[in-house]
């Protein structure tokens, strides 16, 4: 999108050699052109007056009017009576071909079952809006500073209040680092652990899958270790003999499994922090959506001193806020801020007042009332539809967040029907990605459903129904 520069003289850097062999109008037109056609200057965008820039340059108004009346003429420019100069809409030479695309690259995804991502175009644009004016109008000046590296009193006051309420964790305002996103918080963590001569942090098998969090412990310089997930979450037993001193898990909704970390499990979790002073890095990712049944509270709440809680409104608002938090230990606290100074000195001031206003005014809680049920209705659509196309097809992991695994029939070869589903222009996702092993037996799916309407939804396991049925 062309920069309008509504109500302002835009600035263009040109640089002329008043000792060169060309003349200065002709170096000028070089400069100009060579912009417009290297892309420097998009079609559409607005160039200053001739006067203005003039000015800039130290040359006379009539050298500019005599370049640009040639740049017209060559097509480069256009320009109307009582309107301003604007690039014509030329054919740009881009700086380097494109790479050509793989040979055999499946065709463009129509409709996409990724997981992870919530619906983007539910994003509450006038709510925020309204709360990034409220911050802009209320927040003190003497806020605006780089302050506390832990975030803005006023929004981690909120959080903790939130946490207490909602998530039934332990949570004090001065425990509480407001980071930019998961990714951040765990590294701020991670990077903790090493400092203190943690060597081993164990992972959930299967878990996370796109290698970020791998790279994450390998740059702290901890090794990851991957421990068995099973029907009731997280096996305890295999963490104990793992030798690891921390661990990351996803109680609420385990990813990408779906399943609830069973309650002797949460226990014996939490017995296991505090039996071998341990340290349990709870990632609290979509813990707001819940379907069939009630609530489930943060581990944290049975261990506050050996539990980290990784919170963000990725899920529930939009990943590109990158705004989170961690609650931590007190004992973490000071280690953890002082992470996150060595970082970037604190996250955006004003954006964080903007969520605390999001949330203390009630528009974040109806925000997600009103997704819950946006992504029931598609969740709904998925079981019907799979019910419908394909029965024998177990769907699991349903109860919370935005996203389900089928069970494909014993047999089935998982990254066959990945590669024709995405032939028909369907995006499916096998549990092979996010194996430790990466192993595609048994073969399941991950399929989510955030980003999709109830008839995408039913249009997508329609036209791949036969690959699911085996």
């Known amino acids: 999108m062309a920069i309008?520069?509504?109500?302002?003289?835009?600035?263009?850097?040109?640089?002329?050699?008043?000792?060169?062999a060309e003349t200065l109008r002709a170096q000028l037109e070089t400069g100009l052109r060579?912009?417009?056609?290297?892309?420097?200057?998009?079609?559409?965008?607005?160039?200053?007056?001739?006067?203005?820039?003039?000015?800039?340059?130290?040359?006379?108004?009539?050298?500019?009017?005599?370049?640009?009346?040639?740049?017209?003429?060559?097509?480069?420019?256009?320009?109307?009576?009582?309107?301003?100069?604007?690039?014509?809409?030329?054919?740009?030479?881009?700086?380097?071909?494109?790479?050509?695309?793989?040979?055999?690259?499946?065709?463009g995804v129509r409709i996409d079952f990724a997981a992870g991502l919530p619906d983007l175009a539910s994003f509450p644009r006038g709510d925020w809006a309204w709360a990034q004016h409220e911050a802009a109008r209320t927040a003190p000046a003497a806020?605006?500073?780089?302050?506390?590296?832990?975030?803005?009193?006023?929004?981690?006051?909120?959080?903790?209040?939130?946490?207490?309420?909602?998530?039934?964790?332990?949570?004090?305002?001065?425990?509480?680092?407001?980071?930019?996103?998961?990714?951040?918080?765990?590294?701020?963590?991670?990077r903790v652990l090493a400092r203190r001569g943690v060597?081993?942090?164990a992972f959930e098998d299967p878990g996370y899958g796109d290698g970020a969090t791998m790279e994450a412990a390998a740059r702290a310089g901890v090794a990851a270790v991957p421990?068995?997930?099973?029907?009731?979450?997280?096996?305890?037993?295999?963490?104990?003999?793992?030798?690891?001193?921390?661990?990351?898990?996803?109680?609420?909704?385990?990813?990408?499994?779906?399943?609830?970390?069973?309650?002797?499990?949460?226990?014996?979790?939490?017995?296991?922090?505090?039996?071998?002073?341990?340290?349990?890095?709870?990632?609290?990712?979509?813990a707001e959506f819940r379907y069939d049944r009630e609530p489930v509270g943060a581990v944290q709440g049975l261990a506050p001193a050996h539990v980290v809680v990784i919170g963000t409104v990725s899920k529930s608002l939009a990943p590109a806020l990158r705004l989170g938090w961690v609650l931590c230990p007190p004992?973490?606290?000071?280690?953890?801020?002082?992470?996150?100074?060595?970082?970037?000195?604190?996250?955006p001031v004003l954006d964080q007042f903007?969520?605390?206003?999001?949330?203390?005014?009630?528009?974040?809680?109806?925000?997600?009332?009103?997704?819950?049920?946006?992504?029931?209705?598609?969740?709904?659509?998925?079981?019907?539809?799979?019910?419908?196309?394909?029965?024998?097809?177990?769907?699991?992991g349903l109860d919370a967040g935005f996203h389900a695994v089928a069970h494909l029939p014993a047999g089935a070869d998982e990254r066959r029907v990945v590669g024709a589903a995405r032939?028909?222009?369907?995006g499916l996702y096998g549990m092979s990605t996010y194996r430790a092993s990466g192993a595609a037996d048994p073969p399941r799916l991950v399929l989510g459903f955030g980003g999709l309407t109830e008839g995408a939804v039913r249009d997508g396991i329609a036209a791949v129904a036969d690959l699911l049925r085996g």
């Open 199 to 201: 060597r081993r942090v």
């Open 331 to 347: 004992a973490l606290t000071r280690a953890v801020a002082e992470e996150k100074r060595q970082d970037d000195r604190g996250s």
């Open 423 to 426: 032939r028909r222009s369907v």
């Open 34 to 107: 060579d912009a417009i056609c290297t892309g420097r200057l998009k079609a559409g965008e607005r160039l200053p007056s001739s006067r203005d820039l003039a000015r800039q340059l130290g040359i006379s108004r009539g050298l500019v009017q005599e370049c640009y009346g040639q740049l017209t003429a060559e097509g480069y420019l256009c320009a109307r009576a009582g309107s301003s100069t604007r690039v014509a809409p030329v054919r740009v030479e881009p700086a380097a071909a494109p790479a050509a695309p793989v040979e055999g690259a499946a065709p």
């Open 4 to 20: 309008q520069w509504a109500g302002s003289t835009p600035e263009l850097l040109l640089s002329l050699d008043r000792d060169g």
């Open 143 to 190: 806020e605006l500073g780089y302050g506390d590296p832990r975030g803005s009193a006023v929004l981690r006051d909120v959080l903790a209040g939130y946490l207490r309420r909602v998530r039934a964790a332990v949570a004090e305002p001065e425990d509480v680092v407001v980071c930019s996103g998961f990714a951040q918080g765990l590294n701020l963590v991670l």
């Open 227 to 286: 421990v068995p997930v099973d029907g009731d979450g997280i096996d305890v037993a295999a963490l104990a003999a793992s030798g690891a001193r921390a661990v990351l898990v996803t109680p609420a909704h385990q990813w990408p499994t779906g399943v609830v970390l069973a309650p002797e499990r949460r226990r014996a979790l939490a017995d296991w922090a505090r039996d071998r002073d341990a340290l349990v890095v709870e990632d609290d990712y979509d």
């Open 354 to 396: 903007a969520l605390a206003a999001l949330i203390g005014s009630g528009r974040y809680g109806r925000h997600l009332r009103h997704m819950r049920r946006v992504y029931a209705g598609r969740r709904a659509a998925l079981v019907v539809a799979l019910a419908e196309h394909a029965p024998g097809v177990e769907l699991t």
